[in-house]
């Protein structure tokens, strides 16, 4: 511990606040408290208590901030906006980057439309959802302007009686879909009350709704109107199919939120079942990254940053456990929501039933995600400890690097250096080399000299980096496996020139042929055969498919450039600078054919009579 440590941890007060835990400056962990002495204190005291995350945060803190507040309440918002704006590393992150669908109505125009949006605004407009599909949202939104004569164009109505000037009626009032309000024809207050009425729908009150067009109906059958009634018949209809898919079941009360919580090991799954009068709507899960098994903490930071931002708030949530502060996150999300907010975790009855139904969804996904995560890890962590294994190595290879060449027929040669880490792509890192000191088609050769460049610089970078006091990146962070795509001809011409290059360390390095999957070690005479089954075999193939992917796309790319400027070079008047004109302004051959002498005048460097040349060229075939 630091001297500045020692020192602010002495001065700490007995005050509610938040404190935000710094390394270099940044913000690496924000927390409340309700007295600061005390809690910030214990993160320094005997690490025994502590979680392995908690005491690698620790570690890292060099200096911590405070801020001080009068209620316990208002260090909770203080957090929860100081963890949106930060986004700490070693806090409980809400993982959600869905954008869900909404349908919004603002009730502020005179004749309101009703819309699928993807994003919640403070613009005075109501919104209703979070839907858990867009396709949920628009069969919805079907049956709202199948059952109700709503506007669905964007004229601006607020400049008075039509748009415009255009007065006649669009043929969705002709087939008794809208009221048409361009015409001028249909009151404000009209077309709101239709509105309250799909308000009363979206808010899940719609037995009301349907009965009301029930008795729309039967009024239009008794006055011989059947049409109408048949129109109103087809919209009842409609409305029945939309509930039919929501399950019901016997719960009394009005909304409710059900949340329940499962860990998978590494991250907190986090489940939410939506109840509406008494029905489920549906449901959806979220992660809580970096939570380790900390359940009941997820929880909580759950309930702060998802309600932070959520366009509704139900009057009751059920809990599946209890976590700290319920009655402080009650007062937040009353104040928010404008009325009282009850978060209970029932203990019998049907709302346990949610629960339990909450509970196990959670747990279902959390099981999923644990067996996918061992899988993973077998593919990745756990290829690269058998292939270190496997080749003998006294170490797990975290960096692995894999090479290829591609040309044809010896020009516009390429190699691509593809990069995994941890047994898993680094797609970042990849880089392409064009060959510059070899003619001809000799694959050997070129791998010699890209081995030589990267390792080069790679190591000049090293020492820089070394020198400075800072972590190895890019070039200068070298593998401890290289990977050459041939047999024992390219390892050794691979080997000469690794070794042609100083350094402190030389990365291990093999070579796998393609034919029979052999892997050729230096100095070893007999190839190596992994069983076809093993993982090891996997994760080198991928390596091996990915480098050659990579060149041969880096070439053939090459040689589509090449083969469009061979084309312009037969234009007269057309020299390398505006050949490279051409080629930056348009994408491709076809598009400079298919351009006007106008837009060929447009590209810099051109002028009228270059702009014909190149016309008269392409058109002249």
Do not use: W
Not at 129 to 153: K, M, Q, W
Not at 309 to 335: D, M, W
Not at 542 to 561: C, N, P, S, V
Not at 576 to 605: C, D, Q, S, W, Y
């Amino acid at each position: 511990m630091n001297n500045t440590l020692e020192f602010k941890l002495s001065q700490l007060p007995e005050s509610p606040g938040v404190y935000q835990m710094k390394r270099g400056g940044e913000v690496i962990y924000v927390g409340k408290a309700v007295n600061l002495k005390n809690r910030v204190r214990q993160y320094f005291h005997s690490s025994k208590d502590h979680t392995p995350k908690v005491q690698a945060m620790v570690s890292n803190i060099e200096d911590f901030d405070i801020i001080l507040c009068d209620t316990e309440l208002e260090a909770l918002i203080l957090e929860c906006n100081l963890i949106k704006k930060y986004r700490p590393y070693y806090n409980i992150l809400l993982k959600d980057d869905k954008q869900y669908p909404y349908i919004r109505i603002d009730m502020r125009q005179d004749y309101p439309r009703v819309e699928l949006v993807r994003r919640v605004e403070k613009d005075g407009a109501k919104y209703f959802g979070p839907y858990i599909g867009a396709t949920v949202v628009r069969d919805v939104l079907e049956v709202l302007h199948n059952s109700f004569p709503l506007r669905t164009c964007k004229h601006d109505f607020s400049f008075g009686r039509g748009v415009g000037g255009r007065h006649r009626p669009c043929i969705r009032h002709q087939m008794g879909l809208c009221l048409a309000p361009c015409t001028g024809n249909v009151l404000p207050g009209q077309y709101v009350q239709m509105l309250e009425e799909i308000i009363a729908f979206l808010n899940g009150k719609h037995e009301d709704v349907v009965e009301k067009l029930r008795g729309q109906m039967m009024e239009a059958s008794k006055n011989m109107e059947f049409e109408r009634a048949a129109m109103l018949r087809d919209r009842i209809v409609a409305m029945e199919q939309v509930l039919q898919k929501q399950k019901a079941i016997a719960v009394s009360g009005g909304d409710q939120d059900v949340v329940a919580v499962a860990s998978d090991g590494v991250d907190v799954v986090v489940e939410v079942i939506y109840m509406r009068e008494g029905k489920i709507l549906g449901s959806d899960n979220f992660i809580m990254q970096r939570a380790e098994a900390q359940e009941e903490e997820s929880l909580e930071m759950f309930l702060l940053q998802y309600y932070d931002t959520a366009s509704y708030i139900p009057k009751e949530i059920l809990l599946g456990e209890p976590c700290e502060g319920l009655e402080v996150l009650e007062k937040l999300l009353s104040e928010k929501k404008g009325s009282r907010v009850h978060i209970t975790v029932p203990k019998r009855g049907d709302k346990v039933r949610l629960v339990e139904m909450a509970r196990k969804n959670a747990g279902d996904i959390a099981s999923k995600r644990r067996e996918q995560f061992i899988k993973q890890k077998a593919r990745t962590v756990g290829a690269c400890k058998e292939l270190g294994e496997a080749l003998g190595l006294p170490f797990v290879p975290r960096r692995i690097e894999g090479y290829d060449i591609s040309n044809t027929q010896g020009t516009l040669s390429v190699a691509s250096m593809v990069v995994a880490i941890d047994g898993q792509p680094a797609r970042s890192q990849y880089r392409h080399y064009r060959i510059k000191t070899v003619v001809g088609a000799n694959d050997f050769a070129s791998m010699a000299e890209v081995i030589s460049r990267r390792f080069t610089r790679g190591e000049r970078e090293r020492l820089e980096a070394q020198k400075k006091g800072v972590a190895p990146d890019g070039f200068a962070d070298l593998p401890d496996l290289v990977l050459i795509d041939g047999g024992p001809e390219q390892l050794r011409f691979a080997q000469d020139a690794i070794h042609d290059v100083p350094m402190e360390k030389y990365p291990a390095m093999f070579g796998l042929a393609k034919r029979l999957e052999e892997i050729y070690l230096p100095g070893r005479e007999d190839p190596i055969r992994l069983d076809e089954h093993s993982e090891a075999l996997r994760l080198i193939q991928r390596i091996r498919d990915e480098a050659h992917r990579f060149a041969i796309t880096h070439h053939r790319g090459l040689r589509g450039k090449r083969s469009v400027a061979s084309r312009l070079e037969e234009i007269p008047g057309i020299g390398a600078t505006r050949r490279r004109a051409l080629l930056t302004h348009f994408p491709n051959v076809e598009a400079i054919k298919a351009a006007t002498l106008e837009e060929l005048m447009e590209v810099k460097g051109m002028n009228r009579p270059a702009a014909e040349a190149v016309y008269a060229f392409f058109h002249a075939q």
